[in-house]
């Protein structure tokens, strides 16, 4: 069984918008912080932003003013909000929940996100 499935990738030109949904198929979903990563070519995985279970957020400097972060705990669903995109963004998106050093779900294969003109 995957325990996450990563979707809404796709091709966008600069300062274009993309929604990406992560679904936990598991139970629990709900009792966990969940966190968005990306990795660009050639880099490390990196952390994008996160939403508590209740609802408040936080992100990386990079994306703040254009990435929201919300979830639909009926769904067991987290949603990645990307505005103004731009070809840095570039990467493949991933999201899970870190307990301390661990990630409570096995990755998933994440969903391609290209900004190109």
């Known amino acids: 069984q995957v325990d996450l499935v990563e979707s809404g990738g796709g091709l966008v030109q600069p300062g274009g918008s993309l929604r990406l949904s992560c679904t936990v198929s598991?139970?629990?979903?709900?009792?966990?912080?969940t966190e968005w990563y990306r990795q660009a070519p050639g880099k490390q995985r990196e952390l994008v932003g996160s939403i508590t279970t209740g609802g408040s957020t936080a992100y990386i400097d990079d994306v703040k003013g254009r990435f929201i972060i919300s979830r639909d705990n009926a769904k067991n669903t987290a949603y990645l909000q990307m505005n103004n995109l731009q070809p840095e963004d570039t990467g493949v998106y991933y999201c899970?929940?870190?307990?301390?050093?661990?990630?409570?779900?096995?990755w998933g294969q994440g969903t391609q996100v290209t900004v190109s003109s």
């Open positions: 598991r139970s629990g979903f709900r009792l966990y912080d």
């Open positions: 899970n929940s870190q307990t301390g050093p661990n990630f409570l779900w096995d």
